[in-house]
T-cell receptor
Framework: AAGVIQSPRHLIKEKRETATLKCYPIPRHDTVYWYQQGPGQDPQFLISFYEKMQSDKGSIPDRFSAQQFSDYHSELNMSSLELGDSALYFC??????????????FGPGTRLTVL | AQSVSQHNHHVILSEAASLELGCNYSYGGTVNLFWYVQYPGQHLQLLLKYFSGDPLVKGIKGFEAEFIKSKFSFNLRKPSVQWSDTAEYFCAVNAVDSSYKLIFGSGTRLLVRP
């Protein structure tokens, strides 16, 4: 079965650089969630999209932005990277319909290291 | 605001021992409840979920969990653990009246000794 695809899997950047993380949801899933998991931490919700519109926003820095495209893939853009941005970034997708209740399927994550 | 508490941060068991991991949540409305497992170096995988109905839910790999509404708890259990159960376990909730974003507990790192 198709799973959530994230690219790249690993990314190394210098401070103040920019990074773009991509997420390809499971086919026919119209909702995407982004989570950040710092070292030894639990995943923290960043932002979500439903039908290409932002549906919720969590503790996402202003330096980060994200969008969902017409093919439902999503990109997380991170600028002016800081050491503290080093983390595992998970994307999850679900076939959420309005009022529906569905589990989220997680991708393998992108491990971002900021030097 | 929703929050999730997992009381055991590290658990060490021998194979065949029984497991119970505690999870309590704080939220006044209706929630969905999940347990996810993260094996070393891997992504989160769903163990089991509770939306409604029978409060005792069975998941994969012999895991089960019981939702006790009066205690705001959703404890994970397994009668006999195996070495391959070594992983980190996260309890999570989402609110029915929200975007369904998941709020995770701090996780429990389980080590099963052969």
């Amino acid at each position: 079965a198709a799973g959530v695809i994230q690219s790249p899997r690993h990314l190394i950047k210098e401070k103040r650089e920019t990074a773009t993380l991509k997420c390809y949801p499971i086919p026919r899933h119209d909702t995407v969630y982004w989570y950040q998991q710092g070292p030894g931490q639990d995943p923290q919700f960043l932002i979500s999209f439903y039908e290409k519109m932002q549906s919720d926003k969590g503790s996402i820095p202003d330096r980060f932005s994200a969008q969902q495209f017409s093919d439902y893939h999503s990109e997380l853009n991170m600028s002016s990277l800081e050491l503290g941005d080093s983390a595992l970034y998970f994307c999850a997708s679900s076939p959420q319909e309005r009022g529906g209740i569905y589990e989220q399927f997680f991708g393998p994550g992108t491990r971002l290291t900021v030097l | 605001a929703q929050s999730v508490s997992q009381h055991n941060h590290h658990v060490i068991l021998s194979e065949a021992a029984s497991l119970e991991l505690g999870c309590n949540y704080s939220y006044g409305g209706t929630v969905n409840l999940f347990w996810y497992v993260q094996y070393p170096g891997q992504h989160l995988q769903l163990l089991l979920k509770y939306f409604s109905g029978d409060p005792l839910v069975k998941g994969i790999k012999g895991f089960e969990a019981e939702f006790i509404k009066s205690k705001f708890s959703f404890n994970l259990r397994k009668p006999s653990v195996q070495w391959s159960d070594t992983a980190e376990y996260f309890c999570a909730v989402n609110a029915v009246d929200s975007s369904y974003k998941l709020i995770f507990g701090s996780g429990t790192r389980l080590l099963v000794r052969p």
